[in-house]
């Protein structure tokens, strides 16, 4: 492991659990680096003064921390407003991701979110969107998945009426109606949820070390109330099982705790694939941000043994489901038989929008040093 992510993993530990490392930053400049582009510059500043860091480097750190703060503060007043506005309709509704794992960090604001996710039945969406447009948060954009809505100030809310995308590939996660009734998530459910929403930017454009530590910290806020049984059940069903063998490992060296004797009867680790998927989710940054990170890496390598990977990936991001592009054109696509019609729009389109911007993302696909062979032996051996 590179020594600045060892360095970044040992001011997580003592950000989140006090555990004290004594050692001195190597490269303070590089250590900034990591830690911003994986969403946890603003985790570790109250610590990074026991460590040599250096004074420019310092005021950097700071900054984000009072983006940090500044922003938690903003998202846990709207969230107290959604309650609000949910709860005068009675509309069953629960929290998902960032809005969850916020409250189990020691301070809510070190746990960073990028928008505010909730999860209601579809029946409702219409309701939400009346309540929404009184205090002026407007809908941004729609998708099969969730509506997009934007504060005054430009905080995201997606309102959610599925969790997955994936028909008939994670059963436990489609029956909504059960999910929300009782306006939470079983802490099961939960983790079954998160190792979905971890696989699916995984193999879709990217995913940082903080995506992955947030199961860590999940399991052992939990430890006690899990049923290993349960979750087991659910792992196996939705063919999840191995993946999480893997991060619960992996967890133990990012954030030196023990959680696996309660969820792993036989527990192996593979020092090179954990030196891999290391290196391949520091790279990629929260959400594929990285600067030296090619989003494309995951979609291509998902292929696995297909030939043409790369032609194949074009394909698929072109000729979109009709679920996915009847919200591109929802004028245009008012019927599934008109499909072949949208992907001809989308073609050209494609082609002669935004130019520039879809000739860099074809020459990120075409690029001859994604290792997509490598990846795609990592993926297998993590069990995606």
Not at 241 to 255: A, C, M, Q
Not at 285 to 292: A, E, T
Request: aromatic residues 12%; neutral net charge.
């Amino acid at each position: 492991m590179e020594q600045s992510v060892q360095e970044l993993c040992w001011l997580i530990q003592e950000s989140l659990f006090e555990h004290k490392h004594d050692f001195t930053i190597t490269d303070s400049e590089r250590l900034y680096h990591i830690a911003k582009e994986n969403g946890l510059s603003g985790t570790v500043f109250e610590v990074i003064k026991n460590h040599g860091i250096s004074n420019e480097t310092y005021l950097k750190f700071q900054k984000d921390f009072f983006k940090f703060v500044a922003q938690d503060e903003e998202q846990l007043r709207t969230i107290e407003l959604i309650k609000g506005l949910l709860d005068s309709r009675n509309i069953k509704h629960v929290f998902l991701k960032g809005s969850i794992l916020k409250q189990i960090y020691p301070k809510t604001y070190m746990r960073a979110m990028g928008d505010i996710d909730f999860l209601v039945e579809e029946k409702n969406i219409i309701e939400i969107q009346e309540l929404f447009q009184r205090v002026e948060i407007k809908l941004s954009s729609r998708n099969w998945v969730h509506d997009v809505y934007k504060t005054e100030s430009g905080l995201s809310i997606e309102v959610h009426s599925r969790l997955t995308k994936n028909k008939n590939e994670y059963h436990d996660l489609e029956d909504i109606q059960d999910i929300v009734k009782d306006n939470q998530c079983n802490p099961e459910l939960e983790i079954l949820y998160l190792l979905y929403h971890i696989k699916k930017h995984l193999i879709t454009s990217g995913i940082g070390l903080r995506s992955i530590i947030d199961l860590g910290v999940y399991l052992n806020h939990y430890y006690s109330m899990l049923n290993p049984e349960k979750l087991n059940r659910l792992l196996v069903e939705n063919k999840l099982d191995i993946f999480f063998k893997n991060l619960v490992v992996f967890n133990e060296k990012y954030l030196g705790i023990q959680i696996s004797d309660k969820f792993i009867i036989e527990k192996s680790f593979d020092q090179n694939l954990y030196e891999s998927f290391t290196k391949y989710i520091v790279i990629s940054g929260i959400h594929g941000i990285g600067i030296s990170f090619n989003r494309f890496t995951g979609i291509v390598s998902n292929n696995r043994n297909a030939k043409f990977k790369k032609m194949r990936a074009l394909l698929r991001i072109t000729f979109l489901p009709y679920n996915d592009l009847k919200y591109v054109y929802p004028t245009l696509l008012k019927h599934e038989i008109l499909l072949p019609l949208g992907w001809t729009v989308r073609i050209f389109d494609l082609l002669f929008k935004n130019r520039k911007r879809r000739m860099y993302r074809l020459k990120q696909i075409s690029d001859t040093n994604m290792n997509e062979s490598d990846t795609s032996t990592m993926f297998d051996n993590l069990g995606v």
